[in-house]
Structures are given as structure tokens and as C-alpha cells.
């Protein structure tokens, strides 16, 4: 689910997990704040904070280049009507100035732009290497507990497949390009959720990717493992990862392997991929001295998904630029919402029969010198503990090519994700 392997090619076993991943190279040699991280070999660094996960108090956030677990809140960025890299980085500034040696920001950034972020700066942040370095995150985790769950989906899959088909006959009218259209699944349970025990599962499945617990409002708590990095600064690297264009895994190993291959070839996919890397090319070109944009796309693999994949880096013109303020031009990417960009943003909103509040948007990390990584807020959950509640999201990319029927059908593998964790045989 969250192994974002690149292959040139199917590999054979549909399990396996023989690559690094990411758009960045798995590495330990430097934490958040530039200092010196723990070592590879350093067994149970990065799955003791995986562990010490508490819904109360701790964020956690964790990448194919670090592990992080912040504690407490120190500062909150305040919502207001100044862009969202100059709050972040007045508040960073501030608490600079105020004796706080290497402050960061962690947290959520919604899908409307105009919502109020969720984005703390923690009274202290423990760092280790990534979890993939950690052997220890080979041990299985604990199963789900034994619960009965009510599952409801908003909208019915009828009602999203006819909201596909319209779109694809607005398309067809030459409205729009593309559009992302996503439904939802609100499981209620009969017992207590156990979140440290639903994020161990998450991350130790696929401990390659990019795995995160934050609140996400009142009350609330986004849990979730993006396979997709929406862009990385480390010093004057700049990278991006856009994914775009799927089909499912399938436990056949034959199988696995000509879906893989149909993928590479699909002029469907290729068609919408190459528009979000196209818009992500125009949005980063005016902050860059340059751009290296590989000509086709590789593969991706997850534990559900396979998924057309492009690492663009980028030499930043201005070596002030954050990752966030980058992150925020090119949030949201049609990838997640379609192009062009407002017609797509309206179209949504009269498609889809709910707030994606933070699905969709972005969840990461940043520091005062402007490094940092955001990634893009899919294969998620938003839990209302008090409720016994998780709300669960899955879209596609629907283009003038698009079947309401293979639409719907990727939207419930990517629910497998989730429904796996908690234990749902759906």
C-alpha cells in the first residue's frame, strides 16, 4: 500500500519488498533539523517511536527518510488571510527568536485551500532513521481486534458510477480535461478504536512508504500511508513524485504481472498521467533554475495498487524557498483534483455528497531553513474516537476515456488499504 517501489519492469513476486522507495533515496544520514540520525544498523530506533504512538499528545510521521515522533504543542499556526509558508514561517521565526533552537512544523493542510490547517510546532521531536532501516519492523503487528463494523459508503457505488458518467459527458462537451472523483466509507465500530494498534499495521505493512497520525481537528485524528510524495526539500534538492493512472494488484503472480505491463502501455493512463505532470512542470517552473523530467513514466507498487510514476528533481532558483511555499504551488496537483484546476475544484463540489476536509490535501512536515516533506493525503482515514468512528476515502481520475464501472472498482481497491487493517473482509 505504501511501498513506493520504481520498476522498470513487473518484478515477479507481488509481495516483495527487495527496493528502496520513494522519490527519496532511503538514507539515515541526516535528521530533521540537519543533525546526524542514528545509523542504519541501529536496531528498534525507528520502531521504538512507531510504538510509542498515543493518539493524546504525539504526532507521528514517518518517510523513506526518516521517523519522527513530536510531542506536545509548543506553538499553533494561526489561520488568517497571509499565505500559508509565511504564517508557518513567522511562527517558525519566531520561535527561533524566543530560544527554540530547531523548530518545526507537523501536520495536516486540507483540501480547500481557505479551511484552516492543522499545523503545530511540538514542544520536542524525537528523529530516527526510517522504518525500513529498522529490522525490528519486519516483526508482524498484532491483528486487528475482534469488532463488528458497520460500513455505510457516501456516496452508494450506483450514485458514484453515475457521477463518473457525467463527468466523462462534460468532458466529452469539452468542459474540462479531467476530474478526480472520490467516495467515501463511514465505519462504525463495536468496541473502541485502537489507533497505535491500526497505525502499527499500517506502517509495518509497508514500512517503505510514507506513514502519519495527526490531528485533523476537534476531537479528530488523520491516520494514514500515501504512497505519494507531493514534493521533498533537503538543502537545495528539490524533488517530486506525481502517481497517476492505477489498476489493482492481484494475488496471482501471472496476473500481477499483466496488469503491471497493461498499465505501461495504457493510453488511458499515459494520457492523464502526462497532464499532471505537465501542470506540475508549469506550476514548479517558475521557482526553478531548472527541471529534470524524465520523458515516460515507471511503476510504482504498493501492497494494493500498481501506479504510473514520475520523480521530477528541481534546482530551486531562490535557495530560500521552503518546501512548503513549493508544496503550496503546486497543492492541489490533478492528480487529486483534475485540470483545469478550478473547473475541476467546482465540479467536485457538485459531484461529491461531502467536505473531504484534509483527504486530499497534504500532511508533512517542515523546518525553519525551509526543508521538509509533504506528501499528498490519500489512502487515509479521519477517526472520531469518541464516536467509534473512521471515515475512509478512495477516488480516481476520471478523463473523456474513463469507465464508470473500472472507476468505481479501483476506488473500492484502494478502500483495501484500510478495511484490511481494521479487519473488514469487504
Known sequence: M??????TAPPGDPGSRN???????????????????????????????LDAYEPQGTRFFASPTRTLLAHGVRAEVPHGDAPLARRVAETLGARRRAGHEAPLVIGAVPFDRSAPAVLAVPETVRTAPPLAADPLVALPAAPPPAADWDVRPVPEPAVYAAAVAEAVRRMERGEFGKVVLARTLRLTSSRDLDLPGLLGRLARRDPSGYTFAVPSGPGRTLLGASPELL?????????????????PRSADLAE??????????????????????????????????????PERPTLVRTATMWHLS??????????????LELACALHPTPAVCGTPTDTARRVIGELEPFDRGVYTGMVGWGDADGDGEWVVTIRCAEAEPAERRLRLFAGAGVVE???????????????RTFLQAVGVDQ
Open 310 to 323: 514520475t520523480t521530477i528533481e528541481a534546482d530551486p532558483a531562490d535557495p530560500a524557498v521552503s518546501a
Open 401 to 415: 476515456q474513463s469507465s464508470p464501472e473500472a472507476e468505481t472498482a479501483e476506488t473500492g481497491a484502494k478502500f
Open 231 to 247: 514534493v521533498s526539500r533537503r538543502g537545495g534538492r528539490v524533488v517530486t513524485n506525481p502517481l497517476a493512472g492505477s489498476t
Open 19 to 49: 527496493g528502496d522507495t520513494g522519490a527519496i533515496p532511503v538514507s539515515a544520514t541526516g535528521g530533521p533539523h540537519g543533525r546526524p540520525a542514528p545509523g542504519r544498523g541501529t536496531v528498534g530506533t525507528a520502531t521504538s517511536l
Open 256 to 293: 500481477d504481472v499483466r496488469r503491471a505491463a497493461a498499465l505501461l502501455e495504457s493510453e488511458k493512463d499515459l494520457h492523464e498521467h502526462a497532464m499532471v505532470v505537465d501542470a506540475i512542470r508549469e506550476a514548479l517552473a517558475p521557482y526553478c533554475r531548472s527541471l529534470d523530467v
Open 2 to 7: 505504501t511501498t513506493a517501489q520504481h520498476v
